[in-house]
């Protein structure tokens, strides 16, 4: 054998070796997906998985925390049916048991939202007013409302997909989560009119990858988060995250981290 043989075979065992190190642990998990979202939350070994990226990328970074004998994602929620959050779900759904497929039935029209639809039967339809439940913690749904259906799909709210993401907050390990999927501006305005986002966080998950159209000064006032986390991928065309942002959480004394600097941030 030559000793390039030898040498991949050593990586691989050590590679192998390190998978059965994985072992279940509490914690929210922003991970580096590229540009996109993907957040896990995880107790004991009830998982919940928040979209999914861009593609494939999610089931190499999901290994790092998942421990290699459990097949089982009890929960993936879809916040919006954008690529960026969906694509990934899709590759996890062909590799891993899922228990229930929570979205919000929002119109859209797109070729992969389709497929999902299609193919799975396990959905949970939720809304605002709506808890998801990972033992005795407790996930609340702020938002979108859950209206009534028009040919069987919710209108969007104003015909920009990102304002129909699923908003959620809880507490755990401790801190207060506030995760805004890809809202902007608009939705944020009505959530903070409504009295739905009325406190204060430790750790917010920006909207819309920090882009200037997300995260107002208002939000930011009454959030006030010590912790800002932007999922963006380098370089990324639409310039997430973007600067007049990252200016604003230094202005109002919110730290903030960026996946594609910081790779996956675990919060435990
Ligand atoms: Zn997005």
């Known amino acids: 054998m030559g000793s390039r043989l030898i040498k991949n075979i050593l990586w691989l065992l050590l590679g192998v070796i390190y998978l059965f190190t994985v072992k279940h642990e509490d914690s929210v998990v922003f991970l580096d997906v590229g540009q996109g979202d993907s957040i896990l939350v995880q107790k004991g070994d009830i998982q919940l998985l928040i979209d999914g990226g861009p593609d494939e990328k999610i089931l190499y970074e999901l290994s790092k925390y998942v421990p290699i004998y459990d097949r089982k994602i009890e929960y993936i929620l879809l916040t919006h049916p954008h690529d960026d959050h969906l694509v990934g779900l899709l590759e996890v759904l062909e590799r891993y048991d899922v228990g229930e497929i929570l979205y919000y039935p929002v119109c859209y029209d797109n070729e992969n939202y389709r497929y999902l639809l299609q193919n799975y039967d396990n959905f949970r339809e939720i809304g605002q007013g709506d808890t998801i439940r990972l033992k005795d913690m407790e996930i609340e749904v ?55 986002v009325d406190g204060e966080y430790n750790v917010l998950k920006a909207g819309h990858h920090c882009s200037s159209s997300s995260s107002s000064e208002t939000f930011l006032k009454m959030v006030s988060p010590e912790l800002a986390i932007c999922s963006a991928g380098e370089a990324n065309s639409f310039g997430h995250p973007s600067s007049e942002t990252l200016q604003n959480f230094s202005e109002y004394n919110v730290q903030y981290l960026v996946t594609y600097e910081k790779g996956n941030i675990q919060i435990k």
Do not use: T, Y
């Open 142 to 196: 702020l938002w979108p409302v859950l209206n009534k259906k028009e040919k069987g799909c919710v209108p969007q709210f104003n015909n920009n997909l990102n304002n129909d993401s699923l908003v959620l907050s809880f507490e755990f390990l401790g801190k207060k989560f506030l995760l805004m999927g890809d809202i902007e501006m608009e939705a944020e305005d009505v959530m903070l009119r409504d009295g739905l």
